[in-house]
């Protein structure tokens, strides 16, 4: 689980339960049901545990002897603040407390859930998380004043899939540090396309206010496979925020 991974921002994925719901219309064609059906397992019925629970540790264990810090996607086939994980969610925190050479990236569609699941000791926030929302379309853009609403040292919005225009204009005042966009990757014939223009636009919203700017997936190829080069006219843009000057 997780020691490899497909995701451009990110070093290991971290599941600790899979399966979720489907809140908005981003969640649509998620790529989770593929996915977790390999498995034997009904995706969209809410989340079930999973049995490997030490993998992050033994990635902490070898960061700490590179001297390098690695990200992992936590839930990357649920969400973290899903209410029916609520019994297992301590239990992460505590491994979250105790890898500390890991930045574990936390997204979300359920920003409204986030403050009251929070541990007693998070204060202005764990040094080694980063909290995101999802908003791939303008109806989503109420999670932002959320997320900016929870102490978080790097708080993070990822527009994928982008299914629209969108102007963050609004919210990057300097408490987003970090957006993500990518188009969908769904099956041929279900896939509903990006514009690079949106792409372009958002890139500018960032340039304009500081914010770092990851671009993921430009489309998919024939075979089906998303193109992760990164490529903005020309120009990789896949950037990072710089944590350091955040801390």
Not at 42 to 50: C, L, R, S, V
Not at 135 to 161: N, Q
Request: with cysteine; net charge positive.
């Amino acid at each position: 689980m997780g020691e490899k991974t497909g995701i451009g921002w990110t070093h290991h994925t971290f599941n600790p339960w899979m399966g979720c719901n489907k809140v908005s219309e981003e969640c649509e064609f998620c790529y989770i049901g593929q996915n977790i059906r390999r498995q034997g397992k009904e995706p969209f019925k809410g989340p079930f545990a999973t049995k490997d629970w030490n993998k992050p540790r033994n990635w902490n264990r070898k960061a700490e002897r590179d001297g390098v810090r690695r990200r992992v996607f936590t839930c990357s086939l649920s969400d973290f603040f899903h209410r029916r994980a609520d019994k297992l969610r301590p239990k992460v925190w505590e491994i979250i407390r105790e890898c500390r050479s890991l930045d574990w990236l936390i997204l979300t569609k359920r920003p409204e859930l986030i403050a009251d699941r929070l541990p007693p000791d998070w204060g202005g926030g764990y040094p080694n998380v980063w909290l995101g929302v999802t908003v791939g379309v303008t109806s989503s853009m109420s999670r932002v004043p959320l997320l900016k609403g929870i102490p978080a040292k790097v708080r993070f919005i990822s527009a994928e899939p982008l299914l629209e225009r969108l102007d963050f204009r609004p919210h990057l005042d300097g408490s987003v540090h970090w957006i993500i966009t990518g188009c969908e990757q769904a099956k041929k014939g279900k896939r509903r396309l990006m514009d690079m223009d949106w792409v372009r636009d958002i890139h500018q919203q960032c340039q304009e206010a500081g914010v770092a700017h990851f671009f993921k997936q430009r489309y998919i190829d024939n075979k089906g496979r998303p193109v992760k080069d990164g490529l903005l006219d020309g120009v990789v843009r896949q950037e990072f925020p710089d944590v350091e000057q955040l801390a």
